[in-house]
T-cell receptor
């Protein structure tokens, strides 16, 4: 059974800093990994999707990496802004549209 | 293109009642998945439908059911509601049509169900 862990559960950083969010999973036989953000009371917004054959994906200030052999993914956010404050979730796809989610990291950017 | 639409946004029910939630996927998307989000358990997969067929099911009791219509719209039903069913229910759609973005799941804003 796939288990996904995100540490830390909460993180506060000053505006402008670069930061890294971590995600680890127990079963390396994954199809893809997706990073989402969730604002309070809202649904999920897809940020980046990494297929199992890829090592990283980039979108603007965001860069996600994937190391299947070690069961880890990181989400790098450059030059953080107050608008980046949200809960960030990673989700592992098993190839059948079923996503297994981590518990999330609640990120607060301090102006 | 309109996003994933879920209705209603909020529901209040009492124990023992049943409830139906609706999800309209992004136009052209044929796969619809449902998730339950609670503070204690986080996001958990309920089921996934593709072309009106349930292809995957999570570890939930039979009180949770769903269906998909020919236009890809989906409904989920919870019968005999329990207090523990209070949660945010999220629906997601994906195209599966090919290309690098075929597996990206796009989520709706959710239906917040409160069981009293």
């Amino acid at each position: 059974k796939q288990e996904v862990t995100q540490i830390p559960a909460a993180l506060s950083v000053p505006e402008g800093e670069n930061l890294v969010l971590n995600c680890s999973f127990t079963d390396s036989a994954i199809y893809n990994l997706q990073w989402f953000r969730q604002d309070p009371g809202k649904g999920l917004t897809s940020l980046l999707l990494i297929q199992s054959s890829q090592r990283e994906q980039t979108s603007g200030r965001l860069n996600a990496s994937l190391d299947k052999s070690s069961g880890r993914s990181t989400l790098y956010i450059a030059a953080s802004q107050p608008g980046d404050s949200a809960t960030y979730l990673c989700a592992v796809g098993g190839g059948n549209e079923k996503l297994t989610f981590g518990t999330g990291t609640r990120l607060t950017i301090i102006p | 293109k309109a996003g994933v639409t879920q209705t209603p946004r909020y529901l209040i029910k009492t124990r023992g009642q049943q409830v139906t939630l609706s999800c309209s996927p992004i136009s052209g998307h044929r796969s619809v998945s449902w998730y339950q989000q609670t503070p204690g358990q986080g996001l958990q997969f309920l089921f996934e439908y593709f072309s009106e067929t349930q292809r995957n099911k999570g570890n939930f009791p039979g009180r949770f059911s769903g269906r998909q219509f020919s236009n890809s719209r989906s409904e989920m039903n919870v019968s005999t509601l329990e207090l523990g069913d209070s949660a945010l229910y999220l629906c997601a759609s994906s195209s599966l049509a090919g290309g690098p973005n075929k597996n990206i799941q796009y989520f709706g804003a959710g239906t917040r169900l409160s069981v009293l």
